[in-house]
């Protein structure tokens, strides 16, 4: 039973056991709802306490439950609710370590609250895409107030229960042990009548309509695409202006029309997927982890410093190498500007700078960071000055102490070879600038030892980032795929866009920026390189030489203050260049091609199904583990919209057979060796099956 009833006493005490969070599933509901019924029943039982077994109280309704028949089984999370709220005798919830969501509304449900501090207090399903759908939006204003509850609702931030002592939300804050507390807080309300219910409370706020139409532009300006948080508003305008079974009822209703959206969907497919990518079939979860206790990091360049800057804001010591003072010099300064930088904009205190500075240190001894228990090369992308590298550490590393590179696309298996311990070696493929940027890809070599992947991957965690594993392939996940998107957006430009054409298009479609935009930014000279290795290594791959045109007039982007576009000194935006166009049409002029008008929505399908065909082939090889990784190095790594949920996830919310026609139609134009549909493509459409 995932609700288990027991009597101690005059006190029944119910509690919540469906690991890991309490998730609110249909049998702890049914568990709960019995309970109840059973203690009412018992002319002994004097008062009901309501506990959460585990890491707290409950993490809210079984979001697994969504979409599915469970979700809308009575008794429904409301039902329960009402049950509890109307027990004759009085019910306590006692609170620990997470009280959110539907948990936090079946504890204001309950007659009284009481809790002990650090647990995490929130209504965080804004970030679900959905609002609180069992009575948060009308209870939480009475008993927090107008202005905290909206905030807590329509950003979903958690706050410490500490933080709320003071407040109606808990009638008694336990200092000791919480079920001991809980029994003598029972036993003293025990007979206290009228039951008190939250619902009775009345909401004072003067000139209410003006803060919620406040609000409301407050919450318009910052939602974006996604519906949910100007819903909340409502909601809660509901619980300010109507009775409480009508606002009762403007909530079911949001919700139901919010659950649906596949912005929602987007977000809880997201969710999950944060999650599952730390889940690696073949690597037991109790794997025995390597101890991550202090770091290097070879090259003190932008990857190299901002890769030391992870470990030093998780408090790991890391010794930055370099071969030359200068450059070492020159790296250390930038890591002080960019955590000067953070403080500047107030997201560091002066002591958290220096304590943060004080776990860097710089050497170019090799000697000094023998004893570090990972090392992280971030030197320049090429084979024989890894080689070197990797020499050198397996000489000086100690035993058992993790090599890994930050390659972006070279040969992991290979790499490791220029060691005698290929099972320590494993890719760190950090985004840059990498202490800001989430992903981590985690490349796993043939001989990369298990626990040296379930290391890397916790550590991934304890460097806040998310960690997706990729196999060995030119690319890994998230390049491999960026090189087919960046191949279509160069052919575009043959056939009649412009840089802005395509920027502006697939920018509307929600990517945070176009590929020129992006190429500029990133700079157009490392593209180029790439693609002069690919002529020689694969030469069957075609790509638009537009782009070599631009890098041979020193149009390497920002940092050339010229690239695809123009740029003003200390002005990032992106100005056209009348000479790229020019550049751009007399090329087709030269390849014979007439320049046609090219729709948005061709722009965006060949943009974004080159990514989800060549996605196809990365599951089909087993690259990368599941679809959801992919979506998840989109997501955190190259500014898909999160409202869509990734290419994998945007492809299934199309449809893959409407995905497979799209490809199959630009196959028939200028470059069908572009579009061979992936044969799990053609598989999963042929059977109306989904990648996710
Ligand atoms: N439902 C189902 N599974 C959940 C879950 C949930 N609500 N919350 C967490 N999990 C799983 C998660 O997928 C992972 O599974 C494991 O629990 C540990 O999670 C009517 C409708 C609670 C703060 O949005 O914020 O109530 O990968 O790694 O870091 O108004 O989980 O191990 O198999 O995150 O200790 C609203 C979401 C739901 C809370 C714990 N509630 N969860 O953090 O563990 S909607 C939420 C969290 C709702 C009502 C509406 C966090 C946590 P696995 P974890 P953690």
Partial sequence: MTATYREQGDIAVITLNNPPVNGLGYDTRKGIVEGILQANENAAIRAIILAGEGKGFSG??????????????????????????????????????VAMGGGLELALG???????????????????????????????????????????????????????????????????????????????????????KVRDISITYPNADGYLQ??????????????????CVDAVAAAVNKKFDDGLKVERDLFLELVQTSESKALRHAFFGERAASKIPDVPADTPLRTIRSAAVIGAGTMGGGIAMNFANAGIPVKVLEVKQEALDKGMNILRKNYENSMKKGKLTQEQLEKRLSLISGTMS?????????????????????EVVFKKLDEVMKPGAILASNTSTLDIDKIAAFTKRPQDVIGTHFF?????????????????????????????????????????????????????????????????????????????????????????????????????????????????????????????GQK??????????????AYPSDEVNQMIIAHSKDLGIEHRKISDQEIIERLVYALVNEGALILEEGIAMKASDIDMVYLTGYGFPLFRGGPMFYAD????????????????????????????????????????
């Fill in 60 to 97: 809210g309704a079984d979001i697994r439950e969504f979409n599915t028949p469970k979700a809308l089984q009575e008794p429904w999370l409301q039902t329960v609710i009402q049950i509890v709220e109307n027990s004759g005798k009085p019910v306590i919830a006692a609170i620990h370590g």
């Fill in 110 to 196: 309950c007659h009284y609250r009481v809790a002990v501090a650090g647990a995490q207090i929130a209504l965080p399903e804004v970030k679900l895409g959905i609002l609180p759908g069992a009575g948060g939006t009308q209870r939480l204003p009475r008993i927090l107030g107008l202005e905290t509850a909206l905030n807590m609702i329509v950003s979903g931030n958690p706050v410490m229960s500490e933080k709320l002592a003071g407040t109606k939300l808990f009638d008694h804050m336990i200092t000791g042990e919480l079920m001991a507390g809980a029994m003598d807080f029972a036993r003293k309300v025990a007979d206290v009548r009228p039951l008190p």
């Fill in 214 to 231: 406040f609000a409301r532009n407050t919450v318009r300006t910052v939602a974006g695409p996604f519906p949910a948080p100007l819903k």
């Fill in 366 to 386: 090799y000697d000094d960071i023998g004893q570090a228990d990972i090392v992280i090369e971030a030197v320049f992308e090429d084979m024989s000055v890894k």
């Fill in 432 to 556: 840059s600038p990498a202490n800001v940027m989430k992903l981590l890809e985690i490349v796993r070599g043939e001989k990369t030892a298990k626990d040296v992947l379930a290391t890397t991957m916790a550590l991934a965690k304890t460097i806040r980032k998310t960690g997706v594993v990729s196999g060995v392939c030119d690319g890994f996940i998230g390049n491999r795929m960026v090189e087919q998107y960046i191949r279509q957006a160069g052919f575009l430009l043959e056939e009649g866009c412009l840089p802005e054409q395509v920027d502006k298009a697939i920018e509307k479609f929600g990517f945070a920026m176009g590929p020129f935009r992006m190429s500029d930014l990133a700079g157009n000279d490392i593209g180029w390189y790439i693609r002069k290795r690919r002529y020689v290594e694969k030469p069957e791959v075609t790509y638009s030489k537009v782009a070599d045109l631009l890098c041979e007039k020193g149009r390497f």
């Fill in 560 to 573: 050339t203050s010229a690239g695809w576009y123009d740029y003003k000194p200390n002005d990032r935006k």
């Fill in 653 to 692: 919310t199309i449809g893959l057979s409407n995905v497979l026609m799209a490809i199959n139609r630009y196959g028939k134009g200028r470059h069908p060796e572009a579009w061979v549909p992936a044969p799990l493509l053609v598989k999963l459409a042929a059977e109306s099956q989904a990648f996710n």
